[in-house]
C-alpha cells in the first residue's frame, strides 16, 4: 500500500523522510506500508506529530497494492486533503448522528465579590469516540471541521446544553453556551433557539450566548446579529479576548455584556508586565464599554489576587472547579489576599517621592570653594549649578578637580539635560520618558517658581515608576527586596519583641567611585549581580528576611546566627569576584582596581559585611532599628580601613575574616559556555519552537539564535517560553555579521562572552555568549548565540577545590 502527500511549501517536514517518506516527484512524498493497520497508524502518527498549519495545505491519495496512479486526471479525481482523508478513514463515526458521541461537561463561573459564589455554568463540549476515549472541545471542532461537520456538533451541544439547563442547573444560575459565529448570523438559528427556550420553559435572561473565537467573522455583521439577539432578551459574551478572532474590531463592534479574558494573558499575570498591561487596558476598556469581565484559566491562588485587586470581578477556572459531567453545587473557597500579589500601587504620584536632594552651587561661589565640596564629599559625582536657586547647568567632579585654568564656576559648566517641574502628571512624565529616551545625565526637579529641589535619573525613575506601579512601595525598584519602611518595621517589631537576633548589613566599597568611572547603567548592574546572588544563597530560607536599604546597602534578618555564616558571606564574596570581570573594563581587571578622573585608584569588586548580634557593646539587646544601623555603622568602619573583602563580626574586640587567598571558584562562564554547546545535540530547526523542551534544563537562557559561517542568521529566534511577549519572535535572515559576538568567533574560533548591558527587550540585565558552529570536516559553519539574564549567573556559580 502507499500513502502520497502533496505539499508545495519550500521545506517539509523532516518528520516525514523519518518515517520512511521517499521524495518520488517535485512536492510529492510516498510511504510505502505493508498493510491497512500499518497505513492506519502512519496516519495517527503524521496527524498527530506534523505541523497543524502544514496539514492543511496538504494533500493525500491512498493507493492500494501495485503501482501507484500515475495519469494526471486520475490523481486528480482522487486527491484529497489530507485532514479530510485522516477524520473519513479513522473517524469516520463523525459522519453519522453525533448525539450518542457528546458528553457535555459544566464548568462553573463565580462571583469574586460574593466570596466565589457560583453565578454561572459554562458548557463545553467533549467527544466519546467508539474506543471510549473522551476527546476535548478543540479537538472535536477540529475533526469536525474536517468533515465540513463543525455546524452540526455546535448545534448538537447546544441543544444538549440547553436540556441540562431545564433539567439540572439552578434557576438562578446562568447558563453560557458557545456559538459559532456562522450559526448565530443565521436567521433561521435565532427563531429555533427561541423556540427550544419556549418548550423547554427557560427564561431567556438565563442564557447567555458566547461567541467563539474559533472561526473569523465580519465584526458589523456579527454586531448585527448580536443586536437583534439582545433585542429578544438574551446577552452576549465574547469568549478568549485578546487572542484568537475576538480582537478590538470585534469588542468595538459587538456591545458585549460579558468579556471573557483569554488563559494566556490572565495565567501569570502577576509575574509579567506584558501581560499585566494588557489586562489593564482590557479592563479598562471594558469599563468604559460598560461590560463585565470574566477572567478566565485561573489555576493559582497569586493570579486570583491579582485579578481580584485589578478590578475583575467574575472567575473560571481549574483553581476552583474542572469541567466536569455533573452540575456541582461548590467550588473551591477563595484564596486569602496576599499582598505581594496585588497588581498596582495606589493612587497618589508625586516626583518629589523619587527625587535626590543632590547638591546645588551658586554660579557666583568662588571656584576654590567648589573644588573644597568635592574635595570633602568623595562620594559626590557632580552638581548642579544654579543663578539665584534657578538650575541652569551641571559641573562634574572630576572636571573641578583636574581643571586649573578655569577661573570661573561657569566655564566648568554643562548645559541641563532635562528640567521637570515638581507637579509633573504621570500621564505628562510618560510623554517625556517617551520622546527623550536616550542614556541622559540626571534630570533636575523644581519648584513651580522655578526654583531647584533635586534629581533623578531617568533610568532610575522608569524603575522606580513600574515597581511602585507592580508592587506598591514595599519593594526596592532595582532589586525587587523589601526595603524603607517595612523593613524598619520588621526590625523594630522584633527587638521590641526582646527577640534574640542576628542582622548581616552587606555594601560596596567605593561603589560611588565605580558609578562615577562606569555610569549608573553599570551601577545598577553591579546592584542588581550582588542582589541576585543573595537571593540565590537567603531568599528561600524561612528563617531569613532579605533587604535592600537602598543604593548599594543590603541587611539580611535572622533569629540568630547560624553556624557557618561566615563562611557562607566569603563565599559570596569569592562569586561577586567572579562576576566582576563583566562589570569592569578588562583593563582594570588586569591591574586590580580602577581609576577616577580625578586620579583616584580603587580596588576591583571589594566589599565589606558587618555581623551584628543584636547586642550592643554593653551585652544588652539593641533597642531599635537606628541602634542597629548605628552599631553596623561603627563595624564597617573597621572593615573599611583593611584592603580588600571583609567580614567583621561583633564581638570584643570585633572578628575580621578575609576570603582565603587558596579559594578557587570556578569561573560561571564555563558552567554557561557548556550548556549552549549542549544546545547544538537539540533539533534545531525553522519552527521558533523547537527549542522548548532544551529550556526546561536551561531555564537561563532568554533566547537562543543561530548564524551561518557569513553571519546571518539561519533560524527565527529560539525563545524562552517565560520569555514570550518580551521578547521579539522572528529574525530569520537577519545580517549580524558586524556584531562583536561573531566576529570574535569568527576570527578567534574561541567562545565569547560579553559584558553586562541593559537589555531594551526584556529590560533586565544580560550577556550574550556565542560558541563556534562546524560542519562535517571541522570547519567555521557558523555561531549559536544566547542571551542569559543576570539572575541567573548566582545559579552558574559553583566551586571547585583549587589547584595544588
Known sequence: MHLLLKYDGQYAPPLWQALGAEHSAPHVWR???????????????????????????????????????????DVLGRITPFNTLYARRLHSWLEGDLAPYIRMHFQPLVDLAQGGEIFAFEALCRLQDPQGRLLSGADAFRLAAQLQREADLDLECQRLALAAKAGAIPADKLLFINVLPRNLMHQGWMNSLSESLEHLGIDRRQVVIEVVESERADPAMLAQSCDALRTRGFRIALDDMGSGFNGLSTLAAVRADFI??????????????????????IVSMAQRLGATVIAEGLERAEDITFVRDMGIGYAQGYYFAPPRAEVITAVTPLPGLDESCLSRAKDRFALTDLMDPGVAVEIQEPLEAVRRLFADNPSLALAVVTDDAQPIGLVRRGRVLSSHAS??????????????????????????????????????????????????????LIAQLLARRENGNNLHPLSQLPTGPSLRLTLDSRLAQGQELCLVYIDLDNFKAYNDRYGFIRGDAMIRSLAELLRYRFGQRKDCLLGHIGGDDFVLIQERMPAGLVPELLDIMSQFHAIAAHLYDHDDVARGHFVTEDGSAYPIASMSVAVVTGLGPDG????????????????KKIGKVAEGS???????????????????????????????????????????????????????FEMVFELDGAGMQRYPNWINPEMYGRIKAGGMGADRSAQAYFAEVRDTGRPFVSPIYLS?????????????????????????????NIGALAALLRREAAPA
Not at 51 to 66: D, K, M, P, S, V
Not at 667 to 696: C, G, I, V
Request: proline content about 9%.
Open 646 to 700: 571583609v567580614v567583621v563580626v561583633d564581638g570584643t574586640p570585633p572578628a575580621l575574616h578575609r576570603e582565603s587567598p587558596h579559594a578557587a571558584l570556578r569561573d560561571w562562564t564555563d558552567s554557561a559556555l557548556e550548556a549552549l554547546r549542549a544546545l547544538e545535540e537539540a533539533p534545531r530547526s525553522k519552527d521558533p519552537h523547537a527549542l522548548d523542551l532544551a529550556f526546561r534544563t536551561s531555564p537561563y
Open 31 to 73: 510511504f510505502t506500508l505493508p498493510d491497512a493497520p500499518s497505513l492506519d497508524g502512519l496516519m495517527e502518527t503524521l496527524a498527530a506529530e506534523t505541523n497543524q498549519y502544514i496539514l492543511q495545505q496538504t494533500f493525500a491519495l491512498i493507493h492500494g497494492t501495485g503501482a501507484p496512479p500515475t495519469s494526471p486526471g
Open 260 to 281: 471573557k479574558v483569554d488563559r494566556a494573558i490572565v495565567h501569570g499575570a502577576q509575574g509579567s508586565k506584558v501581560r499585566s498591561v494588557l489586562l489593564e487596558a
Open 620 to 635: 544588652t539587646p539593641l533597642p531599635s532599628s537606628l541602634a542597629a544601623a548605628e552599631r553596623a555603622a561603627a563595624l
Open 407 to 460: 577661573k570661573t564656576l561657569g566655564k566648568l559648566s554643562e548645559p541641563l539635560a532635562r528640567s521637570l517641574p515638581s507637579r509633573l502628571t504621570s500621564a505628562a512624565l510618560a510623554r517625556v520618558l517617551y520622546h527623550d529616551r536616550k542614556d541622559a545625565d540626571p534630570w533636575v526637579v523644581t519648584s513651580p517658581d522655578g526654583r531647584y529641589q533635586g534629581m533623578i535619573h531617568p533610568m532610575t
Open 760 to 788: 531594551t527587550a526584556s529590560e533586565d540585565f544580560c550577556l550574550t555568549l556565542a560558541v563556534p558552529l562546524a560542519d562535517g570536516q571541522g570547519r567555521f559553519d557558523g555561531a549559536l548565540v544566547a542571551d542569559i
